[in-house]
């Protein structure tokens, strides 16, 4: 299996500019996770999905983030204007539900808004 | 609630023990522990759940103490290559959203 994967792996964008960050989890996995990583607050979920549908979206910091899952082999994270303070590493991660396992994560986009 | 983590930081010379405790201040039904390398992506080590037993492979095994809602990692014997940040995680109820300390970072010398 290929595992998670992200595009970009690296992203630079002036402030104002829309941001999509892609995550195909993998195959069999129902949950899908969106983590945004920085020094100041560590690791933070943002939102996660079960079967395509969003599930508890508490940790999107705006109205300025959305995110999708239209299928279950691929989602995205928006942000749309994007500032300064989002620049972070987004980390996408999947598990597989009915049993308690492990998350793999992607190997994250890291975000810079310049 | 994010869980609590200590210490923060860890120096030990290859071949040395180390324990990275784990506690919050909320009922727990699970706990994952996850090692981080610069610039890589957070790997699953070990899942603790409630009424469970420690797991662990290798040297490197966990508890969780339910009572007190605290977890441990106990590396025995350190090689170089567990030198990373160690994430705990940590879940309330059946549901998904694990919820990480701000991690431990051990580094392993020669």
């Known amino acids: 299996d290929a595992g998670v994967i992200q595009s970009p792996r690296h992203e630079v964008t002036e402030m104002g500019q829309e941001v999509t960050l892609r995550c195909k989890p993998i195959?069999?996995?129902?949950?899908l996770f969106w983590y945004r990583q920085t020094m100041m607050r560590g690791l933070e979920l943002l939102i996660y999905?079960?079967?395509?549908?969003?599930?508890?979206d508490s940790g999107m910091p705006e109205d300025r983030f959305s995110a999708k899952m239209p299928n279950a082999s691929f989602s995205t994270l928006k942000i749309q204007p994007s500032e300064p303070r989002d620049s972070a590493v987004y980390f996408c991660?999947?598990?597989?539900?009915?049993?308690?396992?492990?998350?793999?994560f992607g190997s994250g986009t890291r975000l810079t808004v310049v | 609630q994010q869980p609590v983590q200590s210490p923060q930081a860890v120096i030990l010379r290859e071949g040395e023990d180390a324990v990275i405790n784990c506690s919050s201040s909320?009922?727990?039904?699970?706990v994952h522990w996850y090692r981080q390398k610069h610039g890589e992506a957070p790997v699953f080590l070990m899942i603790?759940?409630?009424?469970?037993e420690q797991k662990g492979h290798e040297k490197i095994s966990a508890s969780f103490n339910e009572k007190k809602q605290q977890s441990s990692l106990y590396l025995t014997a350190s090689q170089l290559s567990y030198s990373g940040t160690y994430f705990c995680?940590?879940?309330?109820?059946?549901?998904?959203?694990?919820?990480f300390g701000k991690g431990t970072l051990l580094t392993v010398n020669p």
């Open positions: 999905f079960n079967n395509n549908v969003p599930i508890d």
């Open positions: 991660a999947s598990t597989g539900g009915g049993r308690p396992y492990g998350y793999t």
């Open positions: 909320k009922a727990l039904y699970s």
């Open positions: 195959s069999g996995h129902d949950y």
């Open positions: 995680g940590t879940l309330r109820g059946s549901n998904y959203k694990l919820t």
């Open positions: 603790l759940l409630k009424g469970g």
